[in-house]
């Protein structure tokens, strides 16, 4: 038995496991010592390597930051809506009166075959036919359908929803101390054909007044990857463009330009190498003033590597697992910003696919 | 040779035709004579079978309906976008005006594996993990992703995109004379991996005033598979409603209700056996007034199997293909018809998947 | 806390979940008290409903029948490649000394989207494009392909691989507690991409001598579901294609004839409900006789439910899980029974996806 | 009308088409004058790019060497099994008889997503749930399943089957002209759930005595891409592993190593770029040897480009499409060849998947 179990954690990691650390290493979230680090970080807690910590020795420790129980959620024991929650009628008047010229933007990209997929992710479309149906009737109709085979609600622009992030706390591989929104346990939650629980089609249509700031123009160049976002460039960015931080009000969302966009099918790799992002200040500042949604232009909106080596995405969790603040990824603010229009109406209802962990689509700005 | 040809097409239809026509059976697009009829139809044209109409011995009638090239668009001969060209500033701010109360109705239904698909069509959703990753760094980070193969803008709450429905001009089975929206032809437009014009991407995000006319209430009853809504039917509800017909404007959505998605995962075969829905005659008015959209709680907005035998989908063809008016299927107004709202703004921005044919996601409706 | 959890319990079970209870219902296995039944068995131990064994509380009772540790395997610690390790140079030459007339028999199904499916495993096939590329070059080649989405190792006529079946020792959900083949836990073997362990891939190609049972001609009818074959039944069958139980040696194949197979794309619904098959007591008959593998024309070859109706796929764990005795389900073998040949070379290459559960393909008997 | 079709031929070739363009081009065939040359060619046809070749104005010229139609088949106007007919009870016997040793070779690669794939076609491999059910049951059994998206027959190790290659006689983009195994048309044959004629199901499982050259041996080194493999070469392989080139039976095998296997993985940029193959000269030998099927360590068996640059994949069309002669690309022979064994029973049962252009399996030689 003994020797047999030995056997087992001796034996060289596979290929799919090496893909996964591969990403993660060009990432940048694979140091010098893994994900968690070898240095131990601050805080001082023993480092955890992805390997190990899926293999059959789990890591004892609790995770960092998860000391508290996060739930009940504000919204009630049984809310899966989140921050969606925000979105009350008077909400939307709110919005629809600062609607001024009635010029629509997309903040969408297209998708297609050729966009940066984080990890192993996958997009595959294919037209069955061509045509796919016909010609039938007198009047000859002919009809074409699309065929899908993707990752749909984590691929492009990307909406999260709130079984998408978690915590492992407890002993590593138990889905019953495994934490999602609200308290939720994997093993509650999770299901081979879809979430029993926190699926994103849970999540209100959201209208809600946007804020954009723009990063890059503070800094004066594309941030980097690893470049946290300060909430002093926060605070300069809204200088420079004439707003208000006490404008910025409850249910709101609030996007952040870095320039990272610009690499878009233009250098994919480096793209998904890293990114900039916000960090754990702006994400408590965020919390603070009671936001809806972070949006930006890039594929985590977090800071990646994080700068303390040992945090694997945990602005997602600080925000989206803990607060049910939602999460708007890879997206694009070029025109917006040609426009000098920093603030808009943001509209976004996910796509509901019951048991979806976030959702495709093309949310729009209305100015 | 010849006798190798006869062979051919001696040979029985195998089975994914037999699928196929099965389900245009039970969709009553099969009746005494086929699609297309015995009884040669009001025009005196010959009879098509699907089965025929795919095999090697094409029909050298020229479609009927289809005799006047309906391209270029007015809207130029190169556009791609259609009927969503009406969404300009000024009718953006039209729709913003007539906002009330900041109500948000949902008009899309969750998308899963046991609503009811037109055809062959399929909808598969896994969760591949569970979590799909993790825990990563000392804060054990772990996340989910879906996994989905389908159908995706053809299956559920669905909008058609331009490429979706075409007309076969010249020999059946010949791409260059297919002809989709603004002339394109199939063989301009076709490919394996997504069309390459006519692509749902290039639609322009909806926000327009929408008008639901209630056809189960005028009628006193769910409307029947084959019960064509006639003009009359749509001003008594307008009457009813307290609503001006002069009040529909060019670009706005006109939406039927005729209770037949109460059968919605209720009795998903009834459901897909046909549907009560317009017929040419209110197509031609939703030309005449310069409509945007149609929309319906049916999977097809128009009557299906149509009263004239001998046309399949002809209104899909009419408003569509030759008018590049936009259609939003399977649509739910049962809180908005509760609440008596009559008049909302619809919004509706497609996924951008580029080279798709329609497009899930989530309409809303405002008040 | 308490309160919330309290709130998570109480929820309504969802429709994935209740999709598989569903299933499990027309399989039988959902009878009076659930899949571990109401009766509590002739073992005493507490009812499981699968709905619990995947929800917060978890079953603190230890799986029956798992007492002792099976690991590891006879074929060493690090083993993966199971029974098929009996596929011997001299095991092949002794199944190639008895091919007599060289007839093939195709063992093996069609695959297609109308075969029965079990639970909520799907399968699509979609011919991109038609044709998928060309006309290229001067010689104007064109070519097709096909888009295939679907369980692939898990439909139709089907392999099953090493990392198909476990046991959840421990505490439900707990991945470091659930053990596959030779001992290997969730933890080492699952990943979102495919198997680390155990994968399909690892199997050696089966060449061997097989040995049919027609237990349908030894009861004179179709076995019905929940009918389990017993040894005696065995016994007969071999008696009466005079056939000695001595001639069945180690590393050989055994095939089990129900007639339950004539239910293929006849009546899906009742072929999905049940089935009849093998029990203990055969499996360990099988065990005894140190074989390779069973197979039948049933989609489990075990009896389903089972007679103790506290058990679910007990004879899969026992012959795969703890012995690495391979399975192959939905097999014909109609045309053998006609020509009275009861023994030939079984041949079957697992079709090595790497990090599947199973294989497609078509098994072949050799005489 | 025109000026709309001007406006259709004037459009910028959009991204899926240039992916395959590109593609195309990496693999060589698109030289200086595109897939069919600028320099017309020795039979001074015009050339044909691929975007013209799909686009509106179709190449009226006839393809070379389609000017006598190849079928019937020899095996009947209704066979759609080709070559798979010379495996008779005779040549099985024959076959096996040749076995000596008992051992068995794989021939097949495994199956992952990292491997080398043709254009665009995509290979996603998902573990849904993790495990996917359970636990079930007082034993608390749990299952995995694998989820896959991906051209089955058409990546990796791979069969071609009869429907995959064809010829666009007549006029481009017409399925009534376009011509496959047996003349079957087009319009016949493709539907989007399948092919509904040639479907690899009808292949017989291949069970025939198989002969390897080794190329790479006689000339010394790993052949490059565009190299053709003459006549000469595979006599002289012949030769040199003392073998009677009258040995090479009708019905028999014959597979040819390259070395160009050896970038499987480590090198797929260049893998994909092109390879050596055999080319018209060879495939005419194979065609007057009258023999069942060709294979390689290569992903098209044929050379790429050809040393003609107006054809493309033109021994493709010639063995399969007029002859019915079977082919496997992406094969290893390396055991094999380390063992000297040269000739071997090659054996291997498509996957009959209804419909499907091509086969994935695990081929074996057995000695």
Redesign the interface.
């Known amino acids: 038995?003994d020797?047999?179990?030995q056997?087992?954690?001796d034996?060289p990691?596979?290929?799919?496991?090496l893909?996964?650390r591969d990403f993660?290493k060009t990432a940048g979230?694979l140091g010098v010592g893994g994900?968690?680090?070898a240095a131990h970080?601050k805080?001082g807690?023993a480092?955890?390597m992805?390997a190990q910590?899926?293999?059959?020795a789990?890591?004892p420790?609790p995770?960092?930051?998860?000391e508290t129980?996060w739930?009940?959620s504000k919204w009630g024991?049984?809310d899966e809506a989140g921050a969606s929650n925000h979105?009350?009628?008077?909400?939307?008047?709110e919005a629809?009166r600062s609607?001024r010229?009635?010029?629509?933007y997309?903040l969408?990209?297209?998708?297609?075959?050729?966009m940066p997929l984080f990890?192993?992710?996958?997009?595959?479309?294919?037209?069955?036919?061509?045509?796919?149906?016909?010609?039938?009737?007198?009047?000859?109709?002919?009809?074409?359908?699309?065929?899908?085979?993707?990752?749909?609600?984590?691929v492009g622009t990307q909406f999260d929803g709130l079984?998408?992030?978690?915590?492992?706390?407890g002993?590593?591989?138990?889905?019953?101390e495994?934490r999602f929104y609200?308290?939720?346990?994997?093993?509650?939650m999770?299901?081979?054909?879809?979430?029993?629980?926190n699926g994103v089609?849970k999540i209100?249509?959201l209208?809600t007044r946007g804020h954009l700031v723009d990063i890059q123009a503070v800094r004066g160049r594309m941030l980097d990857a690893g470049e946290e976002i300060s909430l002093a460039d926060v605070r300069a960015a809204l200088q420079r463009q004439n707003m208000q931080e006490s404008d910025i009000r409850p249910g709101d969302a609030i996007f952040f330009h870095t320039g990272w966009g610009s690499l878009w099918m233009k250098n994919n790799d480096r793209y998904n190498s890293g990114e900039p992002g916000i960090g754990l200040e702006v994400a408590r500042w965020v919390i603070e003033r009671d936001l809806c949604l972070t949006g930006a232009d890039t594929w985590a909106v977090e800071v990646v590597p994080n700068p303390d080596k040992?945090?694997?995405?945990?602005v997602?969790?600080e925000l989206q697992t803990k607060h049910g603040i939602h999460n708007h990824e890879n997206l694009v603010f070029d025109q917006l910003l040609a426009d000098r229009k920093y603030q808009f109406v943001y509209?976004f209802?996910?796509?509901?696919?019951?048991?979806?962990?976030?959702s495709?689509?093309?949310?729009?700005a209305?100015t």
């Open positions: 038995m020797e047999n179990k056997a087992h954690s034996a990691v596979d290929a799919p496991a893909e996964r993660l979230l994900v968690a680090g970080g805080f807690l480092p955890v992805p910590a899926q293999a059959a789990p890591n420790a995770p960092r930051m998860a129980p739930w009940p024991a049984n979105i009350t009628p008077e909400k939307v008047l629809v609607i010229d009635g010029r629509i997309k969408g990209r297209d998708y297609e075959a050729a990890g192993t992710r996958a997009f595959a479309l294919r037209i069955p036919g061509a045509p796919t149906g016909g010609p039938f009737g007198e009047n000859k109709l002919v009809y074409n359908d699309e065929f899908l085979a993707t990752e749909i609600g984590q079984g998408h992030i978690g915590i492992q706390m002993r590593d591989g138990d889905k019953s495994m609200n308290g939720v346990t994997g093993a509650e999770l299901d081979a054909n879809g979430l029993k629980k089609e209100k249509p209208f040992n945090l694997a995405f945990v997602h969790a509209i209802a996910p796509t509901p696919i019951k048991g979806a962990t976030g495709s689509g093309c949310p729009i209305v």
